[in-house]
């Protein structure tokens, strides 16, 4: 350990001092002279078109400009892996939440007067939320002719003749939750011009070079022109992954050539940023009657919401984790990304390893009860171990502890097995 410079060391973390004591500058600390507020305007239906009249916020003593789709000075979309997002919602709002309109004011209280006085008037276009009906082709399209976005297929040996040689098949489905990071730095920012006119955003992130490219696209400027300033950040887990007021803090502050500062709600924090995706698992599991798995088939349905964000790494990463740490000579496995109206879903702890577990491990246990064995022997029958193929084809070669791992757990729960059905 003594040659490693980290590993085996107790370390001090870089930031950890300055939040303990309290000193650390989030993007909520941050204020400038001359400084204006931002409140943005969100849809209140899940699929509709809609019409804004501004005339009687505009007239408000106090508000300096509000901005819609029409004052993007580059394009109007931003996206980490499909452009599916608008800046402000030009004539369409796909969920609810969507931003319409950022109105800029000299106070945050008259910008919040002011977005009372803006009438949206909505002329409501039929739902879909549930991501299996979505997939339909009678259904509410979100965007486009389909709302299956992505479809990632894994096969691997003979998937008939594998069920046939099993002694025993287990079926059943699964559903995990949508799930919000809540992480406790809600999200704030400010943007200011510097004498270049480079447009500075302060704003905690996790892709500060993926901000940049974004921001530089809607406000059409080169990307050298923005800057982003990353303060401290308060949690993330994925869920700053995606972009939310940046681009509308630095076109007005672009348009406007003052300083414009937002800080959103617990309650607008859920609206803004993405969720964990929720998937719907169908599992069928066949072993023999030793307890060696012999076949498995999945099909994996994942909610991305209004907009695709990284479903479509997500579903991939699911499907590629469905087997679990099992080697399986007979897999087929269909997972889709598709689109509804519900709330945007991305990256979260684990992309889309965490949900297929709570599939995948019941079966297992399933089928250790129906054979009559315990939990772990099932595990440590089927556990990867050097040289195992994965459902994928991948060889490993290198470091695959599970057995080590299986069998201590095992030992420090004192885990019985005349305990186990």
């Known amino acids: 350990m003594s040659d490693f410079r980290n590993i085996g060391k107790n370390l001090v973390r870089v930031d950890g001092k300055q939040k303990i004591l309290g000193k650390a500058t989030y993007p909520g600390d941050l204020y400038m002279e001359d400084m204006l507020y931002g409140v943005t305007v969100r849809s209140t239906e899940p699929h509709a078109y809609f019409s804004l009249d501004l005339s009687e916020a505009q007239n408000l003593h106090g508000v300096v400009k509000i901005l819609t789709h029409e004052d993007i000075t580059g394009e109007n979309h931003h996206g980490v ?27 945050k209280n008259i910008a919040i007067e002011a977005k009372k006085r803006i009438k949206v008037e909505y002329e409501k276009l039929p739902t879909v939320f549930d991501p299996r009906e979505a997939m339909k082709g009678n259904s509410p399209k979100i965007h486009g002719d389909s709302n299956v976005i992505y479809h990632y297929k894994c096969r691997k040996g003979d998937i008939e003749d594998g069920f046939e040689k099993c002694d025993v098949i287990v079926e059943n489905e699964y559903k995990t939750s949508m799930v919000d990071h809540v992480f406790l730095q809600i999200e704030s920012g400010l943007a200011y011009l510097e004498d270049d006119e480079t447009v500075v955003i302060c704003a905690a992130t996790q892709y500060p070079h993926f901000d940049q490219i974004e921001i530089a696209e809607a406000l059409g400027l080169p990307k050298e022109k923005i800057r982003i300033i990353n303060p401290a950040v308060g949690g993330a887990f994925g869920g700053r992954e995606d972009i939310t007021m940046q681009i509308h803090i630095a076109l007005g502050t672009l348009l406007t050539k003052r300083p414009i500062k937002v800080d959103y709600s617990r309650e607008e924090s859920f609206y803004a940023h993405s969720k964990r995706h929720p998937l719907y698992m169908k599992f069928k599991t066949g072993a023999d009657n030793k307890g060696k798995l012999v076949a498995m088939e999945a099909e994996i349905v994942g909610d991305t919401g209004a907009y695709a964000s990284w479903a479509v790494n997500v579903l991939r990463k699911a499907g590629v984790h469905a087997t679990g740490p099992y080697e399986i000579p007979n897999v087929k496995i269909d997972s889709y990304a598709v689109y509804t109206n519900n709330p945007f879903c991305g990256a979260m702890r684990g992309f889309g390893a965490t949900q297929t577990p709570v599939a995948c491990e019941q079966q297992m246990d399933i089928l250790a009860e129906k054979l009559g064995i315990s939990p772990i022997e099932m595990r440590l029958k089927n556990c990867f ?11 490993l070669i290198e470091s695959v502890p599970l057995e080590r791992c299986i069998e201590t757990v095992a030992k420090q729960m004192s885990f019985n097995e005349s305990e186990m059905g």
């Open 81 to 107: 892996y499909f452009k599916d997002h608008e800046v402000f919602c030009k004539n369409k709002v796909r969920r609810i939440g969507d931003p319409l309109a950022f109105i800029i004011a000299e106070s």
């Open 385 to 395: 171990r050097n040289n195992s193929t994965t459902a994928t084809g991948q060889v």
